[in-house]
């Protein structure tokens, strides 16, 4: 029962702890809301550096118990920014970090774009074959697939027929990807992709038809790779001034694509001040846990150590209350045994009256006596013979001899102890004193032991 209050006190820690994690859960599923948002938000204003600062924010935020589809959003988008930046290692490292987010998010869409990405870096990384696999990993799950996704699977589908020499093949899954693609990237890559096939097929024709399809083109992507195709084509008719034109425009372009790559240098820098203000951060955070650790600790073990000491107190001063009655119970007994005649005096040494008061003591104060023998008997009979020698009297007068025990249940019997605390003293059942008391009074008139104090 003394245990209960520390109990209590463990439980209370527990149920404080595990309601301020749920807490700090809660506070940080909505901080990684909050970060997305705002790295979605630079996104769509093409300010990749401010996006990557609040995503990277987000992703030091994810806890295992955040929100599935929002930690797979910021894998997602991170990646995405790192193939963009040309850190195409990282790239396929972040999306494979999103890929069990999206499946645990049970959004089949959602998968499909974090499979699309990954095909993307690994073409780029030239893992033609891998990135093919994973292209038909997405293709698979095509039913819960937008126009967009694809538009995009049946690009890479055309990219790697292109590569083993299916260009008929490449060519239909290209014109699909170009007729399907609803944004910017999509409608690039379709483009670029399908007037390669083109030129490779050397048909002038559809080249042309495709080039005037997409003259006025805001899609940077699209005019970088028509102007390209005009230039070579121009070069090749022997038409230098309008190749040079081409050229012009091409270079214009490509300065615009080369102020975006400055970007992404500027938001790599960035993202390594982040990463080392994060650790920073960490770092103290980690030494305020271990002090609220200390803390706690010292709050739970103090008191124990406390009630440990004062227990220790209680069991010295009850040490110090039985010496000083036991040097009463010898100054008593001396001071009786000189009353007493000469005869009756016991005439050993002072360490076995010692030892015979301190048997005495132990069969009346009712200690563990189980082990006492015959010298424990010579040793109390001698002192007994000084404190009540009526009762020594009595058992010395036995006609037949005592055994030990039965002369410590004569002594017990004299002093009113119960069979209770005979048995207690013996270390024995109720039943083996009652045998014993049963032997001992053919030997001993038991009924006249209480009557003679």
Request: net charge neutral; charged share 20%; hydrophobic share 40%.
């Amino acid at each position: 029962m003394r245990h209960l209050p520390y109990i209590f006190i463990a439980l209370a820690i527990v149920l404080c702890a595990a309601a301020c994690s749920q807490d700090r859960n809660a506070q940080s599923d909505q901080l990684v809301g909050r970060l997305l948002d705002e790295g979605m938000a630079h996104l769509e204003r093409h300010d990749l550096t401010a996006a990557m600062l609040s995503l990277k924010e987000a992703e030091q935020a994810i806890t295992p118990q955040t929100d599935h589809q929002k930690a797979c959003r910021v894998f997602q988008h991170i990646g995405w920014i790192n193939a963009s930046s040309g850190d195409l290692q990282l790239a396929l490292i972040y999306f494979d970090y999103a890929l069990p987010h999206a499946w645990a998010t049970r959004k089949e869409s959602l998968v499909i774009d974090v499979l699309i990405g990954k095909a993307h870096v690994l073409n780029e990384l030239g893992e033609t074959e891998h990135a093919f696999q994973t292209n038909q990993h997405a293709m698979a799950l095509s039913q819960w697939a937008d126009k967009s996704q694809l538009s995009t699977m049946l690009k890479n589908q055309a990219y790697h027929q292109l590569l083993h020499d299916s260009i008929a093949e490449a060519e239909i899954n290209a014109t699909k990807a170009l007729e399907l693609a609803t944004d910017t990237a999509s409608l690039g890559n379709a483009f670029t992709l399908l007037s390669h096939i083109y030129q490779q097929q050397g048909d002038k024709g559809k080249l042309q038809q495709l080039l005037s399809r997409f003259n006025e083109s805001n899609n940077t992507q699209v005019s970088y790779s028509r102007l390209r195709i005009q230039y070579e084509y121009f070069l090749q008719q022997g038409n230098y001034q309008k190749a040079l034109e081409a050229y012009r425009l091409m270079e214009n372009v490509s300065q615009l694509m080369d102020r975006s790559r400055d970007q992404v240098q500027l938001l790599k820098v960035q993202d390594q001040y982040e990463r080392e203000v994060s650790e920073r951060e960490k770092a103290e955070q980690k030494w305020w846990y271990s002090l609220a650790v200390i803390v706690l600790l010292n709050a739970v073990f103090l008191p124990a150590w406390w009630y440990s000491r004062k227990q220790q107190r209680l069991y010295r001063r009850h040490q110090q209350e039985m010496k000083q009655l036991r040097q009463q119970m010898g100054e008593k007994l001396h001071a009786i045994a000189a009353s007493l005649p000469i005869d009756h005096i016991f005439s050993g040494s002072i360490a076995e009256t010692k030892a015979g008061i301190d048997v005495l003591y132990d069969i009346i104060a009712g200690n563990n006596i189980s082990q006492y023998g015959k010298q424990q008997e010579r040793q109390a009979t001698q002192v007994l013979w000084q404190v009540n020698p009526t009762l020594a009297k009595q058992i010395d007068n036995c006609p037949v001899p005592l055994t030990p025990k039965e002369t410590f249940f004569c002594i017990m019997e004299h002093y009113g102890k119960s069979d209770e605390q005979k048995a207690n003293s013996f270390c024995c059942s109720e039943q083996a004193i009652r045998s014993t008391k049963s032997r001992l009074g053919k030997k001993i008139d038991i009924s006249t032991l209480r009557t003679t104090q």
